[in-house]
């Protein structure tokens, strides 16, 4: 079996796995309880909230703790979205989004708030003039992700922050939910950041919004006094205690697992280049994790298909919209409907290896052959 689809979702490392077996073994309190038990409970996850802020060098900054990026996503855009409609009811993003994104502000449009999607050039950078331009004194929020799921475009978040930063009724948020674990970036350019833990060798089902101290928003999901005013219900302990440790080991040689990416990277372009034909979509400075390419002697599925019956895993667009025949993505880079339909992600992680590249390779150009 050769997993090449990291980014889709990533198996749980083996640490996680054992500090979760004993952190079952010594806690199992409601931590929203007041009693002794249920204090050494919050203990433990103010210990993790408190690892996962340090980790991202997050100060002056507050966790709520969700099921996953969707909906710290959901949140974080409703939430603004429904809390500031008063000041305004327009938003800016990109067409780059992931599929979470899309679909809430589709919802948001449809509760009548106007949104507006922001040019990117030809690498993928968001046009910063036209950002501008599409301020208003309605904009209320912009969201734009830090690393596309499907291309790996880094978006550099710092020049859009010096730009919303002028406006203080805007609130800036970005999903960077596949940039967490896998860039070293100031995080706080941003007032609000998703991410979920099984993207970085952690447990689906939990995932978080981090948000500045000062940000209000309206919740998703109403209960009793909990963790976070902005959703109620028993916090899932033992997820939040695997977040922390997901994210404390990711970032442990963080440089060494970088390296190892950027070179097996190197190697699958370079050799991708040698298969006729075959089109490199992710840009070169594109995260090393992610890399998209078209055969366009073929369809997507085809080709995916054919992989998987030989034991290979990758993906067509991002696993949430996989069931779309071509990648929205890649069309808005590319503006080639071909290399859309016929697109595929590998997305690889220090754990993978080069003769797993190999293999790849040869069932590809076994492939291109025959069509
Ligand atoms: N945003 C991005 C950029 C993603 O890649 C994903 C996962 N495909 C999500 C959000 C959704 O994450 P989750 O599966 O945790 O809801």
Same mark, same amino acid.
Do not use: W
């Given at each position: 079996m050769i997993y090449l689809d990291y980014s889709a979702t990533t198996p749980v490392s083996r640490k996680v796995l054992e500090e979760d077996a004993l952190f079952h073994q010594r806690s199992f309190?409601?931590?929203?309880?007041?009693?002794?038990?249920?204090?050494?409970?919050?203990?433990?996850?103010?210990?993790?909230?408190?690892?996962?802020?340090?980790?991202?060098?997050?100060?002056?900054?507050?966790?709520?703790?969700?099921?996953?990026?969707?909906?710290?996503?959901?949140?974080?855009l409703k939430g603004i979205a429904y809390i500031n409609k008063e000041q305004g009811k327009h938003i800016i993003t990109t067409a780059f989004e992931h599929g979470s994104i899309v679909s809430c502000l589709n919802y948001l449009a449809n509760q009548g708030f106007e949104i507006d999607i922001v040019d990117i050039d030809d690498q993928g950078q968001v046009d910063l003039r036209h950002l501008q331009s599409l301020i208003t004194d309605q904009t209320i929020l912009v969201s734009i992700g830090a690393v596309n799921s499907e291309l790996g475009i880094i978006q550099d978040l710092k020049k859009i922050k010096d730009i919303t930063s002028q406006y203080p009724n805007i609130t800036f948020h970005s999903d960077m939910t596949q940039a967490v674990g896998k860039i070293k970036t100031d995080f706080s350019v941003v007032d609000l950041l998703s991410f979920s833990g099984h993207k970085i060798y952690g447990f689906k089902g939990i995932g978080a919004l981090i948000h500045r101290k000062n940000i209000d928003l309206r919740p998703l999901i109403h209960g009793g006094k909990s963790l976070s005013k902005y959703r109620g219900g028993t916090p899932p302990t033992s997820l939040i205690y695997s977040l922390a440790i997901a994210l404390e080991d990711i970032y442990k040689n963080f440089e060494e697992k970088e390296e190892k990416v950027k070179k097996l990277n190197l190697y699958l372009r370079n050799q991708l280049k040698t298969i006729k034909n075959v089109f490199i979509n992710?840009?070169?400075?594109?995260?090393?994790?992610?890399?998209?390419? =078209?055969?366009?002697?073929?369809? $997507?599925?085809? @080709?995916?298909?054919?992989?998987? &019956?030989?034991?290979?895993?990758? /993906?067509?667009?991002?696993?949430? =919209?996989?069931?779309?025949?071509? $990648?929205?993505? @890649?069309?808005?880079?590319?503006? &080639?409907?071909?290399?859309?339909? /016929?697109?595929?992600?590998?997305?690889?992680?220090?754990?993978?290896?080069?003769?797993?590249?190999?293999?790849?390779?040869?069932?590809?150009?076994?492939?291109?052959?025959?069509?």
């Open positions: 309190a409601n931590c929203n309880s007041i009693h002794a038990l249920g204090k050494a409970a919050l203990e433990e996850v103010d210990k993790a909230t408190n690892t996962i802020l340090d980790k991202l060098n997050l100060k002056d900054y507050s966790i709520t703790y969700t099921s996953g990026a969707t909906e710290s996503n959901n949140l974080a992710s840009p070169m400075n594109a995260l090393a994790n992610i890399l998209n390419f =078209s055969l366009i002697s073929s369809t $997507s599925h085809q @080709v995916q298909k054919y992989l998987s &019956d030989k034991e290979i895993y990758v /993906s067509t667009t991002s696993a949430c =919209s996989s069931n779309q025949g071509f $990648s929205r993505v @890649v069309k808005v880079l590319t503006k &080639d409907d071909l290399r859309s339909q /016929s697109s595929i992600r590998v997305s690889i992680s220090h754990l993978s290896e080069k003769t797993e590249i190999d293999a790849l390779i040869n069932a590809l150009e076994a492939y291109d052959e025959s069509c």
